[in-house]
């Protein structure tokens, strides 16, 4: 698939004239940083300490649910068990507690220099995340400076998380922005899912082990291998969306 035929396609499903490219709406977790690993290996502690059976690769999975909505279907279907709200909160520091505690996570390699790419093209880098792991959430504009908008979603700000779209169609609500405008960064299926059903340009990127024909599965408009790759394309992305 070439940038401009990906275009091209979008146009014609979505049913949109043009794309005018202003806003770019970014995942955190497996995109800024290198941390789905980490976070993986917290899940599967946390369920074998709860005796539910699971493999690290399904986690993986489920990335962009939120910390609760993965905790409620777990013990569902795991245990028989219906979590409330605040035993699932409970759950989740636990959880949190156990990621804090495999130490420090990486940058994803990359993925500064395709965000300073946008920012000098006149794009408004917007961050829209399920997670509310508040150590990352405080990491994001020390190592990404001056690149995000004052304005963002996490956790705290959608009841339905991905692949549910309520995530990107708040945050383009928010910035006051069309889906026409936005194109989404995302590493991971249920992410692509809901950038996707919200109607914006999305791009995955296969940042983990999940392959390519996942994300085009899950909806993704172009898929990547890296973050080298997809810095590669940008001149060929912005032209082609200015063609269109
Ligand atoms: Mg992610």
């Given amino acids: 698939m070439t940038e401009q035929n990906a275009i091209a396609n979008y146009l014609k499903y979505t049913g949109k004239k043009s794309f005018n490219f202003t806003t770019a709406l970014v995942d955190m977790d497996g995109v800024l940083f290198d941390s789905m690993k980490n976070h993986t290996r917290a899940w599967v502690k946390l369920m074998k300490k709860n005796g539910i059976k699971c493999t690290r690769d399904e986690f993986y999975m489920y990335e962009g649910m939120t910390g609760r909505d993965i905790i409620k279907m777990k013990f569902k279907n795991g245990a028989g068990k219906n979590v409330t709200d605040d ?129 085009y599965k899950a909806g993704a408009d172009m898929v990547y291998k890296d973050m080298a790759s997809l810095l590669e394309a940008i001149p060929v992305l912005l032209e082609a969306f200015k063609s269109e």
């Fill in 87 to 215: 035993e699932a909160q409970a759950l989740y520091k636990v959880k949190t507690r156990y990621f804090t505690e495999l130490g420090d996570v990486e940058t994803m390699q990359g993925t500064l220099e395709v965000l300073k790419a946008f920012k000098q093209a006149g794009i408004k880098c917007v961050l829209v995340t399920g997670s509310g792991t508040q150590a990352m959430l405080d990491r994001v504009d020390t190592d990404y400076p001056d690149i995000f908008d004052e304005q963002r979603i996490t956790a705290v700000d959608v009841k339905r998380g991905k692949p549910n779209p309520e995530p990107y169609l708040k945050a383009m609500a928010k910035v006051g922005v069309q889906p026409n405008e936005c194109v989404v960064l995302e590493n991971a299926p249920l992410g692509v899912q809901s950038g996707h059903t919200a109607g914006c340009f999305t791009i995955g990127v296969t940042t983990g082990p999940i392959p390519e024909k996942d994300m």
